[in-house]
Nanobody, 126 residues
């Protein structure tokens, strides 16, 4: 079983930056693909970004590309989401997701990940 714990959420003004962290335990971290999803108020959970276990294959949603950056530290069993130039529409609960076998054609699907964190709230407002 894999446990994921997110941290780093908060309230920021538009244009600000925020860095989320997700600490993993319970399985070899370097064998897992790690993703970030978010759920805006009243909407379904949506894909943000994912990094495959190789550390090189990365995908971003169009809405965040160029503003958000995913990274991982295998020594610390942690994945990060650096969020820059935040907009009010980035307001959501952000979830960390993990799985050892994410199909290349399904990285954007919540169903491709078996393990989820509890979520951390990010609010972008003036």
């Amino acid at each position: 079983q894999v446990q994921l714990v997110e941290s780093g959420g908060g309230l920021v003004q538009p244009g600000a930056s925020l860095k989320l962290s997700c600490a993993a335990s319970g399985r070899r971290f370097d064998t897992m693909s790690m993703g970030w999803f978010r759920q805006p108020p009243g909407k379904e959970r949506e894909f943000v970004t994912t990094m495959y276990f190789d550390g090189r294959t990365i995908y971003y949603a169009a809405s965040v590309k160029g503003r958000f950056t995913i990274s991982r530290d295998n020594a610390k069993n942690t994945v990060y989401l650096q969020m820059d130039s935040l907009k009010p529409e980035d307001t959501a609960v952000y979830y960390c997701a993990a799985d050892p076998g994410v199909p290349s054609g399904s990285y954007y699907s919540t169903g491709a990940y078996n393990y989820w964190g509890q979520g951390t709230q990010v609010t972008v407002s003036s």
